[in-house]
C-alpha cells in the first residue's frame, strides 16, 4: 500500500434536533429546498473539506451505513395514506447515493462515484475504497461519510445525533500538507477523543481520524466498531 495524503477534512455537527441540515451553500438555492437532509450534509462537508474556490472534479466516495433511510420510510408510509403514489421528488431522494448526485450535478463533477453501506465499518471500507482508487489512477479522491438518525421502526438502540465528515485525499502530498495514511490494517489502535454525540454514530471511524488529524495525534486510529480488533488507519505527520 503506497501512502495517501489528507488534503483538507471538514465535518458537521447538527446542534440539536431543531437544525435537521446544514446550509449547504454550494447548492443552488433551488437544489436546496429539494435536496434532503443527508444530501445537504454531504455538499457542506464536501465545501469545508475543499475549501474556497476549490473545485468537486474529482471521484467521490459516499460512505453511509443508512443513506436515505428518513425519505425512504416517508416514502413507504406514504403509500398506506391518501397521497398514493409518491412524489417524483421523494422518490429520487430516497436513494442511498442521493448525495453524491445533488453533489456531482451542482459542481458539474464527471467523475466517478461510489455508495458504501457497511455497517459500522462503513467508513473503513470507504477509505479503503478511495486508497484502491488512487492506487490504480493517481489523483485526488474525496470521501464523504454521513448518516442522519433513523426514524422508526429503524431507530438503533443507542442514540447518535446526525453528523457528516469529508476528506479531499490525493497521492501527493502538496504544499501545506501536514499528515499521512501509511496503511489500512486490522489490529488494535487508540481512538482519539469525540463528542459523546458521535461515539454511536456509523461513521465514528471518520469523526476520529478527523479528531486526530485536527489534533496533530499520529499512530492507529481505530475505523471501526469499538474493540481490540479493528480496522484501524495508521496516521503520521509529515516534517515541516
Known amino acids: 500500500m503506497k501512502p495517501i495524503y489528507v488534503t483538507g477534512v471538514g465535518a458537521w455537527l447538527a446542534a440539536d434536533t431543531a437544525e435537521p441540515a446544514p446550509p449547504a451553500e454550494l447548492l443552488a438555492a433551488g437544489v436546496r429546498r429539494r435536496a434532503p437532509p443527508l444530501a445537504r450534509m454531504v455538499a457542506e462537508v464536501t465545501a469545508r473539506a475543499l475549501g474556497s474556490g476549490a473545485t468537486v472534479s474529482r471521484p467521490i466516495i459516499l460512505g453511509s451505513a443508512y443513506g436515505e433511510i ?6 413507504m408510509e406514504s403509500f398506506r395514506g391518501e397521497e398514493g403514489l409518491p412524489s417524483p421528488t421523494r422518490f429520487h431522494n430516497s436513494v442511498h447515493n442521493t448525495g453524491v448526485a445533488y453533489l456531482s450535478i451542482a459542481t458539474s463533477n464527471h467523475s466517478p462515484s461510489t455508495a458504501i453501506a457497511a455497517g459500522h465499518n462503513t467508513s473503513a471500507l470507504a477509505i479503503l475504497e478511495a486508497w484502491a482508487l488512487l492506487e490504480d489512477r493517481g489523483g ?95 496516521v503520521d505527520r509529515l516534517s515541516a
Open 140 to 234: 485526488s479522491v474525496l470521501v464523504v461519510l454521513a448518516d442522519e438518525v433513523p426514524p422508526g421502526p429503524f431507530q438503533p438502540v443507542e442514540t447518535f445525533r446526525a453528523a457528516a465528515v469529508a476528506f479531499s485525499l490525493s497521492d501527493e502530498p502538496g504544499p501545506g500538507v501536514s499528515t499521512r495514511l501509511r496503511a489500512l490494517r486490522r489490529g488494535p489502535g487508540s481512538a482519539p477523543r469525540i463528542s459523546p454525540d458521535l461515539q454511536h454514530h456509523p461513521c465514528a471511524g471518520g469523526f476520529r481520524l478527523a479528531a486526530a488529524i485536527e489534533h496533530g495525534l499520529t499512530g492507529a486510529v481505530p475505523l471501526g466498531p469499538a474493540g481490540d480488533v479493528t480496522w484501524v488507519v495508521d
Open 70 to 75: 428518513a425519505t425512504a420510510v416517508a416514502m
